[in-house]
């Protein structure tokens, strides 16, 4: 993983899939929240242990497929929706879209 330095503290750059992670950790975060779930809560719904769960939404690990299903299923949704939600979870990004294709055409 690349390593940069600013000033004399050391930081890693997000490799584009860490990216994605955290974007999807986010959106199951803010889901569980919407849902008034906690993470136990969540976790005892989705049969998916908490610490899976705590390490998805920090976006710290690459959730597999039977997880991210487990998780949209004690969600009460797909999965198909958890990844549209991730894919407009770039609000700068949308904005640098709008600008280059000249608004809202």
């Known amino acids: 993983m690349p390593v940069g330095t600013a000033c004399t503290?050391?930081?890693?750059?997000?490799?584009?899939?860490?990216?994605?992670?955290i974007t999807?950790?986010?959106?199951?975060?803010?889901?569980?929240?919407?849902?008034g779930l906690s993470q136990g809560e969540?976790?005892?719904?989705?049969?998916?242990?908490?610490t899976e769960l705590q390490r998805v939404e920090a976006g710290a690990v690459e959730a597999d497929w039977g997880t991210l299903?487990?998780?949209?299923?004690?969600?009460?949704?797909?999965l198909a929706e958890v990844f549209r939600l991730?894919?407009?979870?770039?609000?700068?990004?949308?904005?640098?879209d709008q600008r280059d294709h000249g608004g809202d055409q």
Do not use: C, I, M, W
Request: glycine share 6%; hydrophobic share 35%.
């Open 69 to 78: 299903r487990h998780l949209a299923y004690g969600l009460g949704t797909s």
């Open 86 to 96: 991730a894919e407009f979870d770039h609000p700068e990004e949308e904005q640098q």
């Open 24 to 35: 999807l950790g986010r959106v199951l975060r803010q889901l569980r929240k919407d849902a």
């Open 9 to 21: 503290v050391p930081y890693r750059v997000a490799e584009p899939r860490e990216a994605e992670n």
């Open 42 to 50: 969540l976790a005892e719904r989705s049969e998916v242990p908490v």
